[in-house]
C-alpha cells in the first residue's frame, strides 16, 4: 500500500476508496493540532494533487459521541487522489507537518449511463436523466458525469438518444 499512512488523530473510511465512493474523513481534536471542540474545524479538501478545492473550506462536523470532527467527501470518477489539510478558519493549519494527506484513489467499475448505479442501463436510467434535464430532480456529481453520455460536458437529450439507442441495441 503506497498510501501516506495516517496520523493517528486522522483516519478515514474506507480505507482503500474508489472513484464516486463517498469518504469519511475524521479528525481527533483531542490529539492533533488542532485541539479543542469550541472552535470549528474546516478541512481544506481537493484532489488530482490539489484540483478542484472546495472554497470556502467546509466546516467538518462535530460528533459527541465518538469525539471526532467528521467530513463526508465524494470522490469524483476522475480522482486518482484526494489531498486536504485541516485549519481552524484562522490562518491556523494542520498539514501533516507540510506533507498534507493524500490518500490513492482506486479505479471504479461504474458504467457510463448507468445513473441509478444498479450495474444496468435501462429505462430507470432515462427517467432519472429526463427527470433531471427538466429540472425534476436533481443528479449527484458522479450520476451527472454518468448520463453525460457523449462526454461533452453537457447533459442533455442527445445523451438520451444516445442511451437509449445502446439499450434498444442489447
Keep these: 500500500n503506497i498510501d501516506m499512512q ?6 478515514w473510511e474506507p480505507d482503500n476508496p474508489s472513484q464516486g465512493e463517498i469518504i469519511q474523513i475524521k479528525y481527533d481534536s483531542n490529539l492533533g493540532v ?3 471542540i469550541d472552535n470549528p474545524i474546516h478541512i481544506h479538501i481537493g484532489y488530482n494533487d490539489w484540483q478542484n478545492i472546495i472554497e470556502p473550506n467546509p466546516d467538518m462536523v ?3 459521541n465518538s469525539q471526532l470532527w467528521h467530513f ?3 470522490i469524483p470518477l476522475d480522482a ?9 478558519g484562522d490562518d491556523y493549519w494542520d498539514n501533516n507537518g507540510g506533507q498534507d494527506w493524500f490518500i490513492l ?6 458504467i457510463l449511463g448507468d445513473v441509478n448505479f444498479d450495474n444496468e442501463i435501462n429505462i430507470v436510467d432515462i427517467v432519472l436523466i429526463v427527470g433531471h434535464i427538466l429540472g425534476n430532480n436533481e443528479l449527484n456529481q458522479n450520476a451527472l458525469h454518468l448520463a453525460d453520455f457523449t462526454m461533452d460536458n453537457e447533459v ?3 445523451d438520451i ?9 442489447d
Design 156 to 158: 442533455n437529450v442527445v
Design 62 to 64: 462535530y460528533n459527541p
Design 72 to 74: 463526508e467527501y465524494e
Design 105 to 110: 484513489v482506486e479505479e471504479s467499475d461504474l
Design 34 to 36: 488542532l485541539n479543542g
Design 161 to 169: 438518444v444516445q442511451i437509449v439507442n445502446l439499450i434498444l441495441s
Design 80 to 88: 486518482y487522489s484526494v489531498n486536504f489539510a485541516f485549519n481552524n
Design 6 to 11: 495516517p496520523q493517528s488523530y486522522v483516519l
